[in-house]
């Protein structure tokens, strides 16, 4: 299957200040995503990362908020901005080929103090 | 119309049983459901997938039985293992266009010893 490698793997980062997850696919991927995942709770889709142009969000998300680069086919970046303890949660990159479906990276546990 | 019903919640089981999760949807766009493993601290991974020309799809000891008219899929685990415990996502989605994933809200699996 397709690879994804996401970084950093955990942070814990105080309030208002913001944090940039980087996401590194190989280059079976076409499409790539951003979701959220609080602990035990399902996949909440953020936005599609689009190359080359912004994002596609999904409702109650805002670019303002949750900023994504794609600037080439195989890197994606996703910013957490002045961030709150309610922005507590588990960041994944995922990466759809038409061979593999979707493939996701480990996730970013981000606890915001 | 985009939601995926998933049950149970968590289910215990013990070793050598049949698992069982159940989901329905409702959109009858969809035409592509997968199941996703997950462990902790690691991202969700592809266990099984089918397309509803099928009613069932066997992989080793993972099943997926799919009911088209009753809008529903199940996934089905024999001879269940310790190494089986984890949470278990339904999904989805339109084979084709946005590939966009709507996820069933998980089941926490524990297999006893």
């Known amino acids: 299957s397709a690879v994804i490698s996401q970084k950093p793997s955990r942070d814990i980062c105080q309030r208002g200040t913001s944090l940039t997850i980087q996401c590194q696919v190989d280059s079976q991927v076409t499409m790539m995503f951003w979701y959220r995942q609080q602990p035990g709770q399902s996949l909440t889709l953020i936005a599609t990362a689009n190359q080359g142009s912004e994002a596609t969000y999904e409702s109650g998300f805002v670019i303002d908020k949750f900023p994504i680069s794609r600037p080439n086919l195989t890197f994606s970046t996703l910013t957490v901005s002045n961030m709150s303890p309610e922005d507590s949660s588990i960041y994944l990159c995922?990466?759809?080929?038409?061979?593999?479906?979707?493939?996701f990276g480990s996730g970013t546990r981000l606890t915001v103090v | 119309q985009q939601q995926v019903k998933q049950s149970p919640q968590s289910l215990i089981v013990q070793k050598g049983g049949i698992s069982i999760i159940n989901c329905a949807y409702e959109n009858t766009a969809f035409d592509y459901f997968p199941w996703y493993q997950q462990f902790p601290g690691k991202g969700p991974a592809l266990l099984i997938a089918?397309?509803?020309?099928?009613s069932e799809k066997k992989e080793g000891r993972f099943t997926i039985s799919f009911n088209k008219s009753a809008k529903q899929f199940s996934l089905h685990i024999m001879d269940s293992q310790p190494g089986d415990s984890a949470t278990y996502f339904c999904?989805?989605?339109?084979?084709?266009?946005?590939?966009?994933?709507?996820f069933g809200t998980g089941t926490r699996l524990k297999v006893l010893a």
């Open positions: 999904a989805a989605s339109k084979a084709s266009g946005t590939y966009k994933y709507i």
């Open positions: 089918i397309r509803p020309d099928v």
């Open positions: 995922s990466g759809h080929s038409l061979n593999y479906g979707y493939t």
